[in-house]
T-cell receptor, first 111, second 114 residues
């Protein structure tokens, strides 16, 4: 079945460092891909999405490009802030009204 | 525009009891789906409803059930609670369940079974 694999965390960075969180997927068709963020004690917030190959999703300085050839959707940000500390989830949807999530990657940013 | 509202936020129940959780989607959204989040299993899909019909169901025992009302509000029910049912239960709404429109999540209901 469909699956999403994320890099293990936590990822620990200093403020203004460059961020990459790796995400690869396995799917039989052509899924839509998402990044969600979860702050402590809260639900999930959609960060960005891409619905077809070579699409780039972007929001709040975060970017991810849908790479069909490598089945990847890596999340990047050029300069992280302390307020970016959260858990980030990569997810896919293949049209069956459900999301399949990765295990999440915790990001810790120190001043 | 109001977001997805889940009630209650926190719940403590005893093994063997049953529980009902509620979700009010964004106005105009007709699809509601439910997820269970635990430290061990991560985020797992429970079921999805659209226009009062269950369209998809995850791999959970029959003790987990749900329904959707004509105003799109949804409830999920867990009967004969077990310790392993302790989790954050998240509800998500979307226009029609299609990926293009995205899914908006509520803040969740934290269920503790003792």
């Amino acid at each position: 079945g469909d699956s999403v694999t994320q890099m293990e965390g936590p990822v620990t960075l200093s403020e203004e460092a460059f961020l990459t969180i790796n995400c690869t997927y396995t799917a039989t068709g052509y899924p839509s891909l998402f990044w969600y963020v979860q702050y402590p004690g809260e639900g999930l917030q959609l960060l960005l999405k891409a619905t077809k190959a070579d699409d780039k999703g972007s929001n709040k300085g975060f970017e991810a490009t849908y790479r069909k050839e490598t089945t990847s959707f890596h999340l990047e940000k050029g300069s992280v802030q302390v307020s970016d500390s959260a858990v980030y989830f990569c997810a896919l949807n293949e049209g069956f009204q459900k999301l399949v999530f990765g295990t999440g990657t915790r990001l810790l940013v120190s001043p | 525009k109001a977001g997805v509202t889940q009630t209650p936020r926190y719940l403590i129940k005893t093994r063997g009891q049953q529980v009902t959780l509620s979700c009010s989607p964004i106005s105009g959204h007709r699809s509601v789906s439910w997820y269970q989040q635990t430290p061990g299993q991560g985020l797992q899909f429970l079921f999805e409803y659209f226009s009062e019909t269950q369209r998809n169901k995850g791999n959970f025992p029959g003790r987990f059930s749900g329904r959707q009302f004509s105003n799109s509000r949804s409830e999920m029910n867990v009967s004969t609670l077990e310790l392993g049912d302790s989790a954050l239960y998240l509800c998500a709404s979307s226009l029609d369940g299609a990926a293009n429109y995205g899914y908006t999540f509520g803040s969740g209901t934290r269920l503790t079974v003792v």
